[in-house]
């Protein structure tokens, strides 16, 4: 397991983008934050505030397990419904029990949307 918690990179308001080379910038979905870690035995998921959550989206954690051990990807975990993403559902998923969680990713299915991606070692 780790020996940290991840930290997460965070946004700040600004009043004008920068501009110039070296900048890039890209869409944000409404999800939840998460952090998916890569282990050579399992996968770690991980919320903003450093809480481990695999529970909740046990579905990303199966889909990661296709990941080369030691990758590591900064992101959210969204839920699209109807051809619309639905904040409220990955909020609601988030904050149930173990057996919820499970029954909602059975009928809504997360996808993982992540901003950075980064190798351990």
């Known amino acids: 397991m780790l020996d940290c918690i991840p930290l997460v990179a965070l946004a700040q308001a600004v009043p004008v983008l920068p501009e110039g080379p070296g900048w890039w910038y890209e869409p944000k979905l409404d999800g939840h934050r998460t952090v998916l870690r890569r282990t050579d035995e399992t996968v770690v998921l991980y919320a903003r505030s450093g809480r481990v959550v695999p529970q909740h989206w046990m ?5 990661g397990m ?16 109807d051809g619309r993403l639905d904040f409220a559902a ?32």
């Not at 579905?59 to 889909?63: K, M, S």
């Not at 909020?91 to 901003?115: M, V």
């Open 66 to 81: 296709e990941l080369r051990p030691g990758t590591v990807l900064d992101g959210g975990a969204v839920i699209w419904r």
């Open 90 to 121: 990955a909020q609601s998923r988030a904050a149930s029990s173990t057996t919820r969680a499970r029954a909602l990713a059975a009928r809504y299915p997360a996808a993982g949307h992540p901003h950075g991606v980064g190798l351990e070692g």
């Open 59 to 63: 579905d990303l954690a199966v889909a």
